[in-house]
Structures are given as structure tokens and as C-alpha cells.
């Protein structure tokens, strides 16, 4: 089944020490969303992608980074991560933008910041 | 209206009770309302893509409504089960590219 997939499901970082989160794609979708959510709160878009094109979010802090080396795959960098990244972090794909079509989500990594 | 806001937060509902909860989003510059339900330890899964205002969409015993021109959105649940029990989200595309803003849910527990 064409999904999207997110590695690892959890992952436990230390304060300071630099995490990637990957997901991976099999519906060939142009655009790639990273959302955070954390506790109770609505899913928070860092950044996407439409193909290569990288649009960040005015908010998003410098802390994170985003790659998107191919369709396939696109991974979440946080260089300096803080007790206050702790959270759900979502990956999403959609055909060609959610006018008309879904969004579809993977699993969720988990972070938690020691 | 500038953010995306569910009402209730939670709520719980009998097996068999219907039930129904609000989406406000903004009215201006609308371009898409979008539901989820997401189940613990899955992914999101969509219910809805609504556009038209006055849209009416269905999905098993599972519905929703579109009032684009006052901002909001109703989810119906008929008959509640228990595998119903799940947080669903509702967001507002806010441009035509694809920026979803999304609510915080609406967490459904169904008891038996």
C-alpha cells in the first residue's frame, strides 16, 4: 500500500545534541508538510516543500532545519534541541495542494528531550 | 475569527447517542475546510475535503456540514461506537498553495 512512513516512532534526545527525524513517501506526492504538535495543542506547520521548493514558516525557529533530498524523502533536522521541542512531530503529503485533496499523514515521530 | 477553534475539547458520549461538534475558522479568504480523525498510535485519516458553502459530506454514520459565510463546520456522529472514539481535527486552508491551519480537536471517547 502507497503510504507515508516515519522513523524512528520514538525518539529520545538529549538537551543540546543535534536529532533528524526522516519520513519516507510511496505516493510520488509534490508536496511535503512538517507539522509539531504538542500536548493538547493544534498541529503547528514548521515548513513544506512543493517539489524542491522550500517554504518556511515566519515562525519557525532557526533550530530547525529541513531536507528534502528527492520525491521520496524529507527529513527534519534540529540542531540544538531544547526541552521545549519536546512533541509529536507530523509528516504529510498531498498530490497538489489540499484545495481539493487530503492530506495524508504518517504515524508521528515522538521526541522527548532528557 | 483569526485562528481555527473546536468546541467542545472532549466530550463522551454513550454507545448509540448521536452526537455533533463545531469548527470556527475564518470566513474571509476561504479556500477549504479539511476533517481528520486521528486514532491513538495512528496516523490522521481524512474525512472530509469540503469547499462549497452549504456542502453537505457523509462517510458511513459520519457527516459534516460547510458555513463558509459565518465560519463554521458541524461533524455529526449517528449512532456512536465504539471505535468512533478518536480526536478529530478540522483545518482551514488559508491560501491557495496549501497552508492548513488546523484546531486543536476534539477528543470523542464512546463508552459502551
Known sequence: DAMVIQNPRYQVTQFGKPVTLSCSQT??????????????????????????????????PDNFQSRRPNTSFCFLDIRSPGL???????????????????LHFGNGTRLTVT | ILNVEQSPQSLHVQEGDSTNFTCSFPSSNFYALHW?????AKSPEALFVM??????????????????????????????????????????????????????????????
Open chain 1, 27 to 60: 505516493l510520488n506526492h509534490n508536496v511535503m508538510y512538517w507539522y509539531q504538535q504538542k500536548s493538547s495543542q493544534a498541529p503547528k506547520l514548521l515548513f513544506h516543500y512543493y517539489d524542491k521548493d522550500f517554504n518556511n514558516e515566519a515562525d519557525t
Open chain 1, 84 to 102: 521545549g521541542d519536546a512533541a509529536m512531530y507530523l509528516c504529510a503529503t498531498s498530490s497538489a495542494g489540499p484545495r481539493n485533496s487530503p
Open chain 2, 36 to 40: 481528520y480523525r486521528w486514532e491513538t
Open chain 2, 51 to 112: 469547499t462549497l458553502n452549504g456542502d453537505e459530506k457523509k462517510k458511513g454514520r459520519i457527516s459534516a456540514t460547510l458555513n463558509t459565510k459565518e465560519g463554521y463546520s458541524y461533524l455529526y456522529i449517528k449512532g456512536s461506537q465504539p471505535e468512533d472514539s478518536a480526536t478529530y481535527l478540522c483545518a482551514s486552508l488559508l491560501d491557495s498553495w496549501g497552508k492548513l491551519q488546523f484546531g486543536a480537536g476534539t477528543q470523542v471517547v464512546v463508552t459502551p
